[in-house]
DNA sequence: GATTATGTGGAAGGCGCGTTTCACTTGTCA
DNA sequence: TGACAAGTGAAACGCGCCTTCCACATAATC
């Protein structure tokens, strides 16, 4: 078999295990990020590795999309619950947060083909320009800027943001202040 | 021989031809950027690309280096010429262009061993740096960021910017406009 | 024009990495 | 417990790429 679920006991839980070496691995620079290393983070074959997922992609596809499903959904909390311009710092807080821990060994899935993960950062896209769209409504962003403009100009600031060597809190509330200050309406 | 100019005529034409074939396709996204692809280009042997250089990595050295030394001095003159406050928001709206004119190949090429290069980013960030504290001190820049600090959010900024899809320049235009707005001291 | 140092490039070498093979092991189920 | 399907992993393979070889070409020099 190539990627369906396992049917053995053994085969599921090496399935785990691989999938818990590549999380591992995602979040330490430095690390080559090859199917071997995975292999041997899990205490396994490298073949078994590749084989439960049905290949190198798919299976990094599976360790990001795990990653970043939690984010997506707290986006999407943030945005039901509260008041759209505070969900947008909040939130901001957030993301960048989670990119710093994780940007590292991003240049090396950045060509890989990983469907699920795409769909994830369509979702976090969509969810981010609903944030701004309300903060915009709220008062809390100028109008006169796009709303699609102004999200891409956040995500991509805030992966700026986070790329910083050592992203201190401090650091990042500085960069935030920046970012927000440009946003808000002129007084 | 390996790496030093070359005595003969034609091979000292070559050495050009291979830079240019070199320096063209850095502004292009999707070639593979690979000796082979160059040395095609170039109309030459791929062992003639590499050897005159002394390797891929000094060859794309020598290429990167060569676009990116007149942005450096273009920052130095800037710098001695102008307004600081006026040098920085004309600084970074030529450096964007610059990086979203060759950032399409930066992932091809950043993993290799480029010291020229890498001279060059670092007089870069310094003279924007040095732009950044006198824009502080004529008030363009509030002064409750460290300079470093704020440099280094304008750069990262500025690459984020750059890697818009189609950086219109109405596009470059809203984005720097939020950067600056966000740096610019209380009124 | 002859001689020689210099340069060329197709072919072969070597390396890293993802994938596949296949003899072997191990859960699973009657 | 016995038999079989399911799973394993070391080794082999394939592929892309940079680099090196070496027989051949050619600019420079006398």
Same mark, same amino acid.
């Given at each position: 078999?190539?990627?369906?679920? *396992?049917?053995?006991?053994?085969?599921?839980?090496?399935?785990? &295990?691989? %999938?818990?070496?590549? !999380?591992?691995?995602?979040?330490?620079?430095?690390? $080559?990020?090859?199917?071997? !290393?995975?292999?041997?983070?899990?205490?396994?074959?490298?073949?078994?590795?590749?084989?439960?997922?049905?290949?190198?992609?798919?299976?990094?596809?599976?360790?990001?999309?795990? =990653?970043?499903? *939690?984010?997506? /959904?707290?986006?999407?909390?943030?945005?039901?619950?509260?008041? $759209?311009?505070?969900? %947008?710092? =909040?939130?901001?807080?957030?993301?960048?947060?989670? /990119?710093?821990?994780?940007?590292?060994?991003?240049? /090396?899935? +950045? +060509?890989?083909?990983?469907?699920? !993960?795409?769909?994830?950062?369509?979702?976090?896209?969509?969810?981010?320009?609903?944030?701004?769209? +309300?903060? /915009?409504?709220?008062?809390?962003?100028?109008?006169?800027?796009? $709303?699609?403009?102004? !999200?891409?100009?956040?995500?991509?600031?805030?992966?700026?943001?986070?790329?910083?060597? $050592?992203?201190?809190?401090?650091?990042?509330?500085?960069?935030?202040?920046?970012? &927000?200050? +440009?946003?808000? *309406? *002129?007084?």
């Amino acid at each position: 078999m190539s990627s369906g679920t *396992p049917r053995r006991a053994d085969a599921l839980r090496n399935r785990r &295990l691989a %999938l818990d070496a590549a !999380t591992a691995l995602l979040a330490e620079p430095g690390t $080559p990020l090859t199917v071997e !290393t995975i292999a041997r983070r899990a205490g396994l074959g490298a073949a078994t590795v590749v084989r439960t997922f049905g290949g190198k992609d798919a299976l990094l596809d599976a360790a990001v999309s795990g =990653l970043l499903a *939690p984010v997506v /959904q707290r986006a999407r909390d943030l945005l039901a619950e509260t008041a $759209p311009g505070e969900a %947008l710092g =909040l939130f901001l807080r957030e993301l960048i947060a989670f /990119q710093a821990a994780h940007h590292s060994a991003s240049d /090396q899935w +950045g +060509g890989l083909d990983m469907p699920a !993960t795409s769909a994830l950062r369509g979702d976090l896209a969509r969810l981010m320009e609903e944030m701004v769209e +309300g903060a /915009q409504r709220d008062g809390a962003v100028r109008t006169d800027i796009d $709303p699609a403009v102004a !999200t891409s100009l956040i995500g991509r600031t805030a992966l700026a943001i986070a790329r910083t060597q $050592p992203p201190s809190p401090q650091l990042i509330d500085a960069y935030l202040a920046v970012l &927000l200050r +440009g946003l808000r *309406p *002129p007084t």
